[in-house]
């Protein structure tokens, strides 16, 4: 039938184009590329946790170091003796 | 229907297991088939190439769900069905650059340079005619159909792709046959 012939003429033609013969290694470059994108999402990640943490623990031993508290001792006693400054002017 | 072969069933152990370098194997041994289906969906080598690896890139991510009872292609098979018809359903106008691939199926009919201008737009027009046929069949005549003509399948293997009965696929082809026959009633 002349109609069938023209269809599976047409079929015949799309089933003769064939991919490119670089399909296999892009495919296989994308794949890999996939699994490198998980890794450096959990390299990140793990960073981040990692900062995280550091910063935690700085911030924890910086607050415990300056809890000590240095007191000023002031000896009001040793205070300059103005009194003998006055006697003299006198 | 024939199990999962031995070898196969080796590979995508080992990749599981870490080995994805193995995934070559599959991808060498089944990219022209799932090509050839794309095309029969889209009539577009860029496009069915796309398909192409979007099909393997699930079937990577996915390859732990693969229960290894039906045979691999079975289930490539359905993956890039399911990409086609979405692929389809996102492409909502023709562009102008599709229109231009039907021309590529004519590249391949040219025979001479001297072809006669008016022969080759009356091809053109058939040829459009009958994609758009192939085109706006039901869902899983066109399945059925690009099957078994584009990839040489039998009834049997296209039943276990569909999931349907052997049947059922034949119901689907008589009715496919038809319906382009009477799409293309005007066609000389």
């Known amino acids: 039938m002349e109609k069938k012939d023209i269809i599976d003429i047409y079929i015949d033609n799309e ?14 470059t994308s ?4 699994k490198l994108s ?42 300059e003796n103005l009194h003998m400054y006055e006697s003299v002017i006198e | 229907m024939q199990d999962i072969s031995q070898k196969e069933k080796y590979i995508i152990t080992q990749i599981l297991n870490g080995e994805s370098s193995l995934f070559e194997k599959i991808v060498e041994s089944y990219s022209t088939m799932i090509f050839r289906v794309a095309m029969g969906y889209l009539h577009s080598k860029e496009d069915a190439e796309d398909i192409t690896q979007e099909v393997f890139i699930k079937a990577y991510r996915s390859l732990s769900t693969f229960n290894m009872e039906a045979q691999l292609s ?5 993956i890039t069905v399911n990409s086609c018809l979405n692929h389809i359903e996102r ?8 229109r231009l691939e039907d021309s590529t199926w004519l590249l391949g009919t040219r025979k001479s340079a001297d072809k ?9 027009e058939k040829a459009q005619a009958i994609r758009k046929a192939i085109d706006s069949l039901p869902e899983k005549q066109k399945t059925a159909f690009i ?4 990839n040489e399948l039998s009834q049997k293997e296209i039943s276990a792709i569909m999931e349907i009965s052997e049947g059922a696929v034949e119901q689907l082809l008589i009715r496919a046959k ?11």
Request: aromatic content about 8%; charged content about 20%; cysteine-free.
């Open chain 2, 91 to 98: 492409k909502q106008k023709k562009s102008i650059l599709s």
């Open chain 1, 15 to 28: 089933k003769k184009i064939e991919p490119s013969p670089y399909l296999n290694k892009r495919i296989m």
């Open chain 2, 147 to 150: 099957l078994q003509k584009y």
């Open chain 1, 31 to 34: 794949i890999q590329s996939h």
């Open chain 2, 178 to 188: 038809n319906n382009l026959k009477s799409k293309l009633k005007n066609l000389i």
């Open chain 2, 74 to 78: 079975t289930w490539l098979y359905r």
């Open chain 1, 38 to 79: 998980l890794r450096h999402k959990f390299a990140i990640a793990a960073s981040i946790i990692v900062v995280i943490a550091s910063g935690i623990l700085l911030g924890t031993q910086i607050a415990n170091d300056t809890n000590e508290m240095y007191a000023l001792n002031i000896n009001d006693s040793n205070i």
């Open chain 2, 116 to 124: 006669n201008p008016e022969e080759y737009s009356i091809a053109k």
